[in-house]
């Protein structure tokens, strides 16, 4: 692959991400009162419909144990996710979103796919 190539597409993916970044900030900050990260917790909770451990959650957001931890004491403190002892592992955690975190999860939803939605207009096709 030409380094030419792969450098531009760096630079293209960086750039679409820090404009994806604080698009989402302001939007989601000012409409919801969540950041991105927040809203990224609730959505990859709502999308698998179950009580996630710290350790998914690290995996699909990709945020650090500490920082992914800060997020959810955030949202515990909101009163939109809480945290629980896993039933299976009693040192282990799990996140489970509450009745107002599905609210405000399904009130932000269509802010953040706007958002995503004119960041990306001029992305080219991926192949599959």
């Known amino acids: 692959m030409d380094e030419r190539f792969v450098v531009d597409t760096w630079h ?12 989402l900030e302001r939007e989601l900050g000012d409409r919801h009162g969540l950041g991105p990260s927040e809203f990224e917790v609730l959505d990859r909770i709502v999308h698998h419909d179950r009580k996630l451990r710290i350790q998914e959650l690290c995996d699909e957001v990709h945020l650090s144990q500490s ?8 949202l515990e403190k909101a009163s939109l996710v809480s945290r629980v002892v896993c039933d ?10 509450t009745d107002e975190g599905r609210t405000r999860h399904a009130e932000a939803l269509p802010t953040q796919r706007a958002v995503l939605s004119q960041i990306f207009t001029d992305t080219p096709a991926l192949a599959p």
């Open 88 to 97: 299976d592992d009693r040192r282990g955690v799990v996140v489970c979103i």
């Open 67 to 74: 920082a992914l931890s800060r997020v959810v004491a955030r």
């Open 12 to 23: 293209y993916v960086l750039g679409k991400h820090a404009k994806a970044m604080c698009a």
